[in-house]
């Protein structure tokens, strides 16, 4: 088989999120990529280092200087002439792009997928997260989103794939770039980083959020998460939710403060190495994923921790 993965990029890098995919594709067959954007050259390169990749279509037009979906997903489904397989990472980038690409194939998606057990054969979660499904594709032509948390990530030096410029397929004119609004921190990216503090609705309000959490996450180095409850009440912004309405993180430390864990936040973080949960309610959901946990108020106790680091 032959598989197309979509190369995530941001400042003329390969995010981390590609990676894993690229993992899952290997174990289909052959492994191409597709780098889409205006001035991408620094990122073809980069993907063609990663090990295992045999070819990176690059697509560099200006219709592509956003990544718009409905600009992108044509040329992959063009692309699918001589590939088997379509593989986006399981990120709002991937889910925005895949889906239209299935449906312009006339294919069913195959989503966020844990395992590929044969060519046409994955598993993937149902029920946030609490029971896994074995499902069996007989489409032509298959599109999956991987799961990020659930693969290996492939090594960024190693290979030798070679690069083929693709020929652009236009802007269909269905949607217009306005603007973004970025979010700027020193902290690590919450799919990247290695230790994530998360708080939840217990905090209060935002500034006991932030004048807590923040100095315990600077001290560790980590990224800062939040509930969804934490976020709907407008403590945090959109992009710290952790969980199944946010984003799945598999970090070596999760440390979840005042968070009691509803079945909805447990589905992101769950593949975390180690849990660590602060409550005050000792009967917490949260305590039954947890590795350690701490049963006290976290007013007293996070000041505590983060002045002992």
């Not at 290997?26 to 991408?40: M, Q, R």
């Not at 889910?95 to 997928?113: F, G, T």
């Not at 499904?133 to 599109?143: E, G, I, L, R």
């Given at each position: 088989m032959k598989t197309l993965v979509l190369v995530e990029h941001e400042g003329g890098a390969v995010k981390?999120?590609?990676?894993?995919?690229?993992?899952?594709?290997?174990?289909?067959?052959?492994?191409?990529?597709?780098?889409?954007?205006?001035?991408?050259?620094?990122?073809a390169d980069a993907a063609a280092k990663i090990a295992g990749v045999g070819k990176v279509h690059v697509a560099d037009d200006a219709a592509y200087a956003h990544e718009l979906a409905e600009n992108v997903a044509p040329l992959v489904a063009q692309l699918m002439a001589h590939h088997d397989?379509?593989?986006?990472?399981?990120?709002?980038?991937?889910?925005?792009?895949?889906?239209?690409?299935?449906?312009?194939?006339?294919?069913?998606?195959?989503?966020?997928?844990?395992?590929?057990?044969?060519?046409?054969?994955?598993?993937?979660?149902?029920?946030?997260?609490?029971?896994?499904?074995?499902?069996?594709?007989?489409?032509?032509?298959?599109?999956?989103?991987?799961?990020?948390?659930?693969?290996?990530?492939?090594?960024?030096?190693?290979?030798?794939?070679?690069?083929?410029?693709?020929?652009?397929?236009?802007?269909?004119?269905?949607?217009?770039?306005?603007?973004?609004?970025?979010?700027?921190?020193?902290?690590?990216?919450?799919?990247?980083?290695?230790v994530i503090v998360s708080g939840g609705r217990a905090f209060q309000n935002s500034e006991n959020f932030h004048s807590m959490l923040d100095p315990l996450a600077d001290k560790l180095g980590a990224g800062v998460g939040a509930s969804r409850a934490a976020v709907d009440a407008g403590y945090a912004p959109n992009d710290y939710q952790v969980g199944q309405t946010g984003k799945i993180v598999a970090p070596e430390v999760y440390i979840a403060i005042g968070i009691s864990g509803a079945i909805q936040h447990l589905a992101g973080m769950k593949d975390s190495k180690t849990i660590i949960a602060i409550n005050k309610d000792e009967d917490a959901p949260i305590f039954q994923v947890a590795d350690i946990g701490l049963v006290g108020d976290l007013f007293k106790i996070v000041p505590e921790l983060t002045g002992k680091l």
């Open positions: 981390d999120a590609t990676l894993p995919a690229v993992t899952a594709a290997s174990k289909l067959g052959e492994v191409h990529l597709l780098v889409v954007g205006e001035g991408v050259g620094s990122v397989a379509f593989l986006a990472p399981a990120t709002s980038h991937g889910k925005d792009i895949a889906p239209r690409v299935a449906a312009l194939l006339d294919v069913m998606q195959i989503s966020d997928i844990l395992s590929v057990e044969g060519d046409d054969i994955f598993t993937r979660p149902i029920y946030a997260g609490n029971a896994i499904a074995t499902v069996q594709s007989s489409d032509a032509k298959k599109v999956i989103t991987v799961r990020g948390t659930a693969f290996e990530k492939a090594a960024r030096e190693g290979g030798s794939g070679m690069i083929e410029k693709v020929g652009s397929t236009g802007d269909k004119g269905l949607s217009n770039f306005v603007g973004a609004e970025l979010s700027k921190s020193e902290r690590p990216e919450l799919t990247s980083a290695k």
